[in-house]
């Protein structure tokens, strides 16, 4: 009885997932989870025109939390490519290439001085999107993907360019 239950609701679940999909509303806890990631973004935006005084940790943070969400946002296309049903070995492939380049990106960024670090986490979080646009075409994603994504992207390029100007002036 307990499992047929737990069935029951996990397919009530299933089901509830797949009415948000299609009618391309965010489901409320991603969309919860996503922009409580800018959080750390705008509290550091402020601190570094709120705190003078610390102007040379805001920026360092700022580009330490950037570095650690474009890793998270690379590592969706190594999960895409091992979950994403229909698409070709070539662009599976590409996906799982794609994955890794972000971190780089991010690894690197954290060797620069914070203005340099941000400008180049920034255009990651930009070539990312082309990216994230080039597999929303073939892999059948939720239509709400590509304007989170791009939401997200363009705040937390913004904040960290901020955050960095801030600690300039």
């Known amino acids: 009885c307990m499992n ?15 009415r948000q999909m299609s009618r391309g509303r965010t489901p409320r806890l991603v969309a919860c989870l996503a922009y409580a990631g800018l959080i750390p973004f ?33 590592a969706l296309h190594w999960g895409f490519a091992m979950s994403v049903q229909f698409v070709s070995d070539r662009k599976r492939n590409v996906c799982f290439a794609w994955s890794v ?7 690197l960024a954290l060797a620069l001085d914070p203005l340099a670090g941000s ?26 993907y590509l304007p989170l994504r791009l939401q997200l992207s ?16």
């Open 101 to 107: 380049i972000p971190a780089l990106l991010a690894w």
């Open 154 to 169: 363009v705040v937390a390029a913004a904040s960290l360019l901020a955050t960095s100007f801030a600690s300039q002036v």
């Open 42 to 74: 705008l509290a550091l935006l402020a601190a570094s025109w709120l705190d003078t005084q610390r102007s040379g940790v805001w920026p360092q943070l700022s580009l330490q939390y950037g570095a650690v969400i474009l890793s998270f946002a690379g």
């Open 119 to 144: 400008a180049l986490l920034a255009t990651g979080f930009g070539v990312h999107y082309f990216q994230d646009w080039r597999l929303f075409r073939h892999a059948g994603l939720p239509i709400w």
């Open 4 to 18: 047929k239950l737990a069935l029951n609701a996990a397919v009530a679940g299933e089901l509830e997932w797949a």
